[in-house]
């Protein structure tokens, strides 16, 4: 009923920059908070930036400076801008979405699949 998709992962040098996408389609109502979440190899699923419906972000504080979180509510499309990035930023990046269908007013959390990001060079 509802499908998050990332795009934009691959491979940069330190110090490059990717940009991020996730774009939710379906039988959207609304969605609420959007975020970005990576899991390295070996280690546990980490929070990278959130944005609520209203604008409003919180950051890592190891992505703060660098990253920037963002989306567009018009295409229920949120973006993640990864500038200065470092090897230890390499990971697979989800995206998750607190949404409301239009066929159930409960709101859930729903998550894409992952992009990969490897930094290296």
């Known amino acids: 009923q509802v499908h998050l998709v990332e795009s934009g992962g691959g491979l940069v040098q330190p110090g490059g920059s990717l940009r991020l996408s996730c774009a939710a389609s379906?039988?959207?109502?609304?969605?609420?908070?959007m975020g970005w979440y990576r899991q390295a190899p070996g280690k546990q699923r980490e929070l990278v930036a959130v944005?609520?419906?209203?604008?409003?972000?919180r950051y890592a504080d190891s992505v703060k400076g660098r990253f920037t979180i963002s989306r567009d509510n018009a295409k229920n499309t949120m973006y993640l801008q990864m500038n200065s990035l470092k090897p230890e930023d390499t990971a697979v990046y989800c995206c998750?979405?607190?949404?409301?269908?239009?066929?159930?007013?409960?709101?859930?959390?729903?998550w894409g699949q992952g992009t990969q990001v490897t930094v290296s060079s």
């Open positions: 944005i609520t419906s209203g604008g409003s972000t």
């Open positions: 998750m979405g607190s949404i409301v269908l239009l066929t159930n007013p409960q709101m859930d959390t729903y």
């Open positions: 379906g039988s959207i109502f609304v969605i609420n908070s």
